[in-house]
Every structure is written in structure tokens, then in C-alpha cells.
Antibody, heavy 119, light 110 residues
């Protein structure tokens, strides 16, 4: 069965960087784009960007341009999202999601990774 | 950028029909997806491409899309349907292929 398993919670200081991983299983990792979505406590979903695991091509939301980097390691079917210059407003749960073949909807999601930014 | 507008909350009694709207400029020309999110859990796709259901999603969940409004309809609402619901579209006007989410609607089952 398709699974996306994310790395554990992180606590970072303002100005630091965080790298969240998303390990895929149950399907061919390079066949589907991976998207990253975040959600601050009590808030809605916010799309951050996408990555094509086959080519490595990426596209980022304008809000995160210059601060976010999405990469992958195809040998271990894992996608990564790194966010730099962290500030308190980046405290949120970060999700990876597979962009499936059903009209490119997000058909599978990781369990989420809580990133807390605090001094 | 493209904006999707959802009502913050919708309330319905068990067994009744809930309708959650998602407004956007000419949204009828776009493909709309809907997600259900229960507290402490990741979102789950319940309707894709306006009106199709993934396998495992009850037939009680349906969708429509026309003009400036897309609608998620939940028939015979159950207590377990209480959750936040989000609509999503692809903003094709941008060359960065951005996805856009609505602000979310909290469905309360009375």
C-alpha cells in the first residue's frame, strides 16, 4: 500500500534551517510529483511547492522563493524539504503529499512533521 | 493570485444534507478537489476533479462545479463527518504551477 512517512518533530531557533524528509513506499517514487503543504496551528492549508522526483524539477510558491529547497534521493525513495531563515511564523505542521494521476489531486499524504521555531 | 473563498463554518443535523461552497472567479473552468481533515490527522481526498470519488469514499460525498461556485455535498450526514473541509484548485494563470487552497470550512454535526 502507498505510504509517505515523514521525519520526526523538530525544534529550531530563529534564523536556523530545518530539513524534513518524506519516505515513499508502495509505488514507483519517480512516477509522481511530491508537494509540500504546511498548516499553522488552527489555520488552513498552505501550499509551499512541488518537486518531480524523476527530473528533480521544482516549483515554489512565491512566498517561499529563496527560502525553500526541495530535493530527493531516488535510491532511497525519499523527498526532502528544507526551509531556511526560520522565524516564529514558520511554526507549523509540514506535510508531504503525492500528486496522483486522478486529475493531479493529492491522493496520499504523510503524517505531518511539527516544526517549532522558538528562541 | 487566485483566491478561493469558503464559509468558515457549516452546521447540520445528523441525517440531513450539508453543502459546503467554494467560490472563485470562473471556478467552473477549473478542476476542483476537496479534502477532509479531522483533528490531529492529515487531510484525506474525498472528491477530485469536481465530482469524482476516490475508492473507499462513501457515495454520500459528491461534488459539483459551475460558474463561480463549486460545492461539496454530504448527504445523510453522520457524526463521523464532523471535520474541516478544504477545496483546492490549480492556478493555471501562473507559470509556477501553484496550487491554491480555500480557507477551509468547519462542519459541525449538531
Amino acid at each position: 500500500q502507498v505510504q509517505l512517512v515523514q521525519s520526526g518533530a523538530e525544534v529550531k531557533k530563529p534564523g536556523a534551517s530545518v530539513k524534513v524528509s518524506c519516505k515513499a513506499s508502495g509505488y514507483t517514487f519517480t512516477s509522481y510529483d511530491i508537494n509540500w503543504v504546511r498548516q499553522a496551528t488552527g489555520q488552513g492549508l498552505e501550499w509551499m511547492g512541488w518537486m518531480n522526483p524523476n527530473s528533480g524539477n521544482t516549483g515554489y510558491a512565491q512566498k517561499f522563493q529563496g527560502r525553500v529547497t526541495m530535493t530527493r534521493n531516488t535510491s532511497i525513495s525519499t523527498a526532502y524539504m528544507e526551509l531556511s531563515s526560520l522565524r516564529s511564523e514558520d511554526t507549523a505542521v509540514y506535510y508531504c503529499a503525492r500528486e496522483g494521476s486522478s486529475a493531479a489531486s493529492f491522493d496520499y499524504w504523510g503524517q505531518g512533521t511539527l516544526v517549532t521555531v522558538s528562541s | 493570485s487566485y483566491v478561493l473563498t469558503q464559509p468558515p463554518s457549516v452546521s447540520v443535523a445528523p441525517g440531513q444534507t450539508a453543502r459546503i461552497t467554494c467560490g472563485g472567479n470562473n471556478i467552473g473552468s477549473k478542476s476542483v478537489h476537496w479534502y477532509q481533515q479531522k483533528p490531529g490527522q492529515a487531510p484525506v481526498l474525498v472528491v477530485y476533479d469536481d465530482s469524482d470519488r476516490p475508492s473507499g469514499i462513501p457515495e454520500r460525498f459528491s461534488g459539483s462545479n459551475s460558474g463561480n461556485t463549486a460545492t461539496l455535498t454530504i448527504s445523510r450526514v453522520e457524526a463521523g463527518d464532523e471535520a474541516d473541509y478544504y477545496c483546492q484548485v490549480w492556478d493555471s494563470s501562473s507559470d509556477h504551477r501553484p496550487w491554491v487552497f480555500g480557507g477551509g470550512t468547519k462542519l459541525t454535526v449538531l
